[in-house]
Nanobody, 119 residues
Framework: QVQLVESGGDLVQPGGSLRLSCAAS????????MGWYRQAPGKERELVAT????????NYADAVKGRFTISRDNAKNTVYLQMNSLKPADTAVYYC????????????WGQGTQVTVSS
């Protein structure tokens, strides 16, 4: 079965950095676009970053451009989100998303990892 397991969330001070990881299994990771989304208290889940299956193209939400970097290691079935210059507004639960192609595209989500940016 498809599994996505996020890790790396923590409490950090403004200006700090974190690297989130998403370990994937149960599908052909190297053929699947991946993404990171986040959901802050009282708000809807929003896109943070996406990456194509081979890692050749990335997209970012305006709020994180220049600060966050999405990457993937297809040999390790893992996608990463490097977060620098963190702000309190980045506080949210961060979710890993996989778009898995079978007869059509099936979307899978991880359980999320908490990122809290506070002094």
């Amino acid at each position: 079965q498809v599994q996505l397991v996020e890790s790396g969330g923590d409490l950090v001070q403004p200006g700090g950095s974190l690297r989130l990881s998403c370990a994937a299994s149960g599908f052909t990771f190297s053929s699947s676009p991946m993404g990171w989304y986040r959901q802050a208290p009282g708000k809807e889940r929003e896109l943070v970053a996406t990456i194509t299956s081979a890692g050749g193209s990335t997209n970012y939400a305006d709020a994180v451009k220049g600060r966050f970097t999405i990457s993937r290691d297809n040999a390790k079935n893992t996608v990463y989100l490097q977060m620098n210059s963190l702000k309190p507004a980045d506080t949210a639960v961060y979710y890993c998303r996989a778009d898995v192609l079978r007869s059509s595209v099936f979307i899978y989500w991880g359980q999320g990892t908490q990122v809290t940016v506070s002094s």
